[in-house]
């Protein structure tokens, strides 16, 4: 069998359940990295430090995390026996919620 194309995108249904696992992985670290870009933003930004443009920009970075939070949801909670601890799943994205929700 050839190798994929650059860019080619594998089915989900024919992804294994480790390959499964690291797509997951790799998105909660996306969102994470995002959020922690947001929180540094809101310090500084009560620090006086950043201009407002780059405060413009965070809501484009809460769009971008809300995306990838959705893809995110879409690959486990779809999966329930991909994650053995489905409720830490839920109390994460729980808690991406309630952070979106208070830095407006």
């Not at 540094?40 to 780059?54: F, N, Q, S, V």
């Not at 995390?65 to 109390?91: H, S, T």
Request: a negative charge; aromatic letters at 6%; proline letters at 6%.
């Amino acid at each position: 069998m050839p190798p994929p194309q650059e860019g080619a995108t594998t089915p989900v249904d024919e992804l294994t359940r480790e390959e499964l696992k690291q797509v997951c992985s790799e998105l909660e670290q996306e969102i994470r990295d995002l959020m922690g870009f947001i929180t540094t933003l809101d310090g500084r930004y009560k620090e006086h430090a950043i201009p407002m443009e780059l405060l413009r920009h965070k809501k484009d970075v809460a769009k971008e995390i809300k995306r990838k939070r959705g893809e995110w949801r879409d690959f486990i909670l779809c999966r329930p026996n991909l994650y053995e601890n489905e409720q830490g799943v839920k109390q994460f994205l729980d808690k991406i919620n309630d952070s979106l929700r208070n830095s407006g």
